[in-house]
């Protein structure tokens, strides 16, 4: 999973969790901002789905996580208009909502310190990960 490209194989998890049927994109999930550093809400139709693989690649990369240290990480530098910016974290609602969905899907499962990638979630980042590699090899070749 580490000699791949991040987004390319974010990409491919988010088309693999786009077919299983625990992952769908919350009602609330069209109008909502990811975060207050945020001014508009997603453009992208499969945000939902890219979030999610992201979430579970962070967790397959930083161990055993809660929603607030994946909150610092969504977030980013919110402008207040003369003054200088500040850093805000990302929305917690679609961190814990996105990770309830993982774990209803299998990919994910608690600990006593956080949340871990369980086995099923392992294989499913390392096969995407050598499907990314297979495809980057054939471009190149």
């Given at each position: 999973m580490y000699d791949v490209p991040p987004d390319a194989l974010i990409?491919?998890?988010?088309e693999k969790l786009k077919q299983n049927k625990a992952i769908a994109l919350p009602e609330w999930g069209d109008y909502v901002k990811t975060g207050v550093n945020r001014e508009l809400p997603p453009v992208d139709e499969d945000w939902w789905f890219?979030?999610?693989?992201?979430?579970?690649?962070?967790i397959y990369i930083?161990?055993?996580?809660?929603?607030?240290?994946?909150?610092t990480f969504y977030g980013g530098r919110h402008r207040r208009?003369?003054?200088t910016?500040?850093?805000?974290?990302?929305?917690?609602?679609?961190?814990?909502?996105?990770?309830?969905?993982?774990?209803?899907?299998?990919?994910?499962?608690?600990?006593?310190?956080?949340?871990i990638i369980s086995p099923k979630g392992r294989s499913l980042l390392d096969n995407a990960?050598?499907?990314?590699e297979?495809?980057?090899?054939?471009?190149q070749a």
């Amino acid at each position: 999973m580490y000699d791949v490209p991040p987004d390319a194989l974010i990409k491919k998890v988010a088309e693999k969790l786009k077919q299983n049927k625990a992952i769908a994109l919350p009602e609330w999930g069209d109008y909502v901002k990811t975060g207050v550093n945020r001014e508009l809400p997603p453009v992208d139709e499969d945000w939902w789905f890219i979030r999610c693989s992201s979430i579970l690649r962070r967790i397959y990369i930083d161990g055993p996580v809660g929603t607030s240290r994946l909150a610092t990480f969504y977030g980013g530098r919110h402008r207040r208009g003369v003054k200088t910016e500040h850093l805000k974290k990302g929305s917690g609602s679609i961190i814990r909502k996105a990770l309830q969905q993982l774990e209803a899907a299998g990919y994910v499962k608690k600990s006593e310190k956080g949340r871990i990638i369980s086995p099923k979630g392992r294989s499913l980042l390392d096969n995407a990960a050598f499907e990314v590699e297979k495809e980057l090899e054939l471009s190149q070749a």
